[in-house]
């Protein structure tokens, strides 16, 4: 890879993730960095405080007093100790005796942050520089923890962990299982209307602004953490309410604070300590093989249960067939688990092999024998194995964010409704899921959940990518879509993708089969779509038919909802406005229009469109 991808591939995640929609878990992220880190140090990314994607939140760019900075991680007690040694070299050019060096520790709270003014006013970090304002969220019901509601400070923004676990974990939004509290708080944020579970969490009490002078913290010299920093560190971290991926060390005296300063990315005076990961041995009780929507067969390790970092470890990936025959995984086999915080079980050693291994000949599922393909087992049956059929669609309602299409759901629907085509799902009605076995409140919001997926516009990219084909996720898919529309499919040849930057002539011909083999479906499945083409957003295209504008969306609207219409036009080169001023070029009305605005815009003289007439202007000439 070259740098310049894997620095790519590091922003990509780090939007995902900074979206409340992560792509890699923590551990991954941070091991991808550090090795970014040994070829590049010098990369402006990694000298930065990682930015929030714009169009997050939609609240106003604010210019920070003062930078709100990262942290340096520390993954040793030696670099803690090489942290407090450096600070007290510092003291003792500044004077201050070493034995009057104290040292706070406090839990690092795994949220977002945020700065409270002490006057109604919340604020993201943003880039470091500029965050956004956000006190929408505290009439939402976001709690400030603490007596201090009338002092400026920075904090934490999270989810009650107890609630969580009770009310959210593992349910599905926006086509996602939510796993970390993290991603439901930022969607709590960043939306304009809540929805029943973020008005329930707000209820209970459960979203909260912790400053982080309001958490627990112990206060000790050098010598103190040296001893105790273990203790410390569990103390901190499980007697927290909120989920934590470390804790924060920081040198107390203002004096030393200021010689030591920062860096762009962090405070000097300042250093978070992390884990890398409990290890437990476990013996293996039997493997499962699982099929997967491209037909790939995993073996899946049954384990002794064993608790790890807090959870109980049932289950661990072996990756692949191969791995299975070359560390000689089976049953009676012994293996090191390591987990790191919250993230995902992985095998770090076989410390016993198995005496025998066994690899299946056919497919768990339909019984078609399996071929290697490199390091893996695939069964090649395609749409006539049930379990391929399964993960394929559960792939393109999560990736065309349908929601409450999870596995349960989806079986029903394939193995007793006989759904085997994807464009059959925008054809369901609450009454024919019924009949497919689906109950009645479940078949109400999964046609709600059809409904709005064909009203409210979404990207061409994400369509083409649902479709799960290989060498064409979601990175290729836009890729793609910039120099063709989703609708010309028909008319691309296997020449045309290899003269693409970026696509080869091994992954244009499977890109090519892949989309002539399926072009009807495709071509069906677009037309219940209300597409937003690549080719027709920014500088790929030239085509910006909104280019300086300020806006104004009022009332509601036929073609979709006023956020998704205003986000739109942000694409084609908008500025959106909360209200009509007189900057404002253009106000855009819908049905029951907002008086205030309208009269505004006859007062400024600004500019209006009805619906359909905006839409038209918008319509590229073809
Ligand atoms: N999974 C992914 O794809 C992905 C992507 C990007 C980032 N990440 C995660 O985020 C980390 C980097 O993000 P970051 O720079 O926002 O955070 P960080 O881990 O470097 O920590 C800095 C932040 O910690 C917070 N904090 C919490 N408790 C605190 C306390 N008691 N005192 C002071 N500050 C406290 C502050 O908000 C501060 O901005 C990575 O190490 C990674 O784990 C994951
Ligand atoms: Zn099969």
């Not at 402006?44 to 997050?56: D, M, R």
């Not at 942000?570 to 909360?578: C, R, V, Y």
């Amino acid at each position: 890879m070259e740098i310049e991808d894997i620095f790519a591939e590091i922003e990509n995640a780090n939007s995902a993730y900074r979206s409340g929609q992560p792509i890699m878990d923590d551990a991954e992220y941070d091991q991808k960095v550090e090795q970014a880190r040994e070829i590049a140090p010098e990369h402006p990314f990694l000298n930065q405080v990682e930015p929030e994607p714009e169009g997050v939140f939609s609240g106003e760019k604010i210019r920070h007093k003062t930078p709100m900075l990262s942290t340096k991680k520390a993954y040793s007690v030696e670099e803690v100790q090489a942290f407090m040694a450096n600070v007290i070299a510092v003291a003792q050019e500044l004077g201050i005796p070493e034995s009057e060096v104290l040292f706070k520790a406090t839990p690092k709270l795994d949220g977002l942050s945020g700065r409270y003014d002490g006057a109604g006013h919340l604020y993201t970090r943003g880039n470091g520089t500029e965050g956004q304002d956000i006190s929408d969220a505290l009439a939402k019901g976001l709690v400030i923890e603490g007596e201090h509601t009338a002092m400026a400070c920075d904090g934490e923004i999270v989810v009650d962990e107890a609630y969580f676990r009770e009310h959210l974990e593992g349910q599905t939004f926006a086509g996602r299982e939510l796993k970390h509290p993290r991603n439901f708080m930022v969607g709590f944020i960043a939306c304009d209307e809540m929805g029943e579970h973020h008005r329930m969490a707000a209820e209970a009490k459960a979203m909260r602004f912790v400053p982080y002078s309001e958490t627990g913290k112990f206060l000790g010299d050098a010598g103190f953490f040296m001893e105790k920093l273990p203790e410390v560190f569990h103390d901190l971290r499980y007697h927290c309410r909120y989920r934590t991926d470390g804790i924060v060390i920081e040198v107390t005296d203002p004096r030393i604070k200021a010689h030591m300063g920062a860096t762009n990315s962090f405070h000097r005076w300042q250093i978070a300590y992390k884990q890398k990961g409990e290890t437990a041995e476990v013996v293996v009780q039997s493997i499962t093989w699982q099929v997967g929507r491209t037909g790939r067969v995993t073996p899946v390790l049954e384990l002794d249960p064993v608790n790890l970092s807090g959870a109980t470890i049932r289950r661990v990936t072996a990756h692949n067939a191969a791995t299975v025959k070359k560390d000689k995984l089976g049953e009676g086999a012994v293996i090191r688990l390591i987990r790191s915080g919250e993230v995902i079980p992985a095998i770090e050693a076989v410390i016993q092999p198995a005496e025998t291994i066994h690899l299946p000949e056919s497919c768990p599922c339909c019984g078609n024998p399996l071929q290697w393909d490199g390091e893996t087992l695939v069964c090649d049956a395609g749409l006539q194995c049930q379990d391929q059929v399964e993960g394929a669609m559960e792939h393109f309602c999560q990736t065309l964010e349908i929601d409450g299409f999870g596995p349960k759901v989806v079986e029903k629907l394939v193995s007793e409704g006989g759904i085997s085509r994807y464009s059959e799902i925008f054809t369901l009605s609450a009454h024919a899921l019924e009949q497919r076995g689906i109950s009645s409140g479940v078949a109400k919001n999964l046609e709600k959940a059809i409904e709005k997926r064909k009203r409210t516009p979404v990207d061409d990219w994400r369509a083409l990518a649902a479709f799960g084909f290989r060498h064409l996720g979601r990175g290729d898919a836009k890729r793609l879509l910039r120099h063709t529309r989703i609708g010309g499919m028909n008319f691309i040849s296997e020449a045309f993708i290899a003269g693409i930057e970026g696509f080869g002539g091994i992954t244009a011909k499977s890109i090519y089969e892949s989309i002539s083999l399926n072009l009807d479906e495709i071509n069906q499945v677009i037309s219940h779509l209300h597409i937003i083409h690549t080719m027709d957003q920014g500088q790929a295209s030239g085509f910006v038919p909104l280019e300086n504008e300020k806006m104004v969306f009022t009332g509601t609207f036929q073609s979709a909802d006023r956020k998704a219409l205003e986000k739109q036009a942000e694409q084609l080169g908008a500025k959106i406005q909360s209200a009509v001023n007189a900057s404002t070029t253009l106000l855009v009305i819908g049905d029951k229009p907002g008086a205030k605005k309208t009269k505004a815009a006859v007062e400024f003289g600004t500019q209006t469109l009805n619906e359909t007439a905006y839409l038209s202007r918008i319509q590229p000439d073809e």
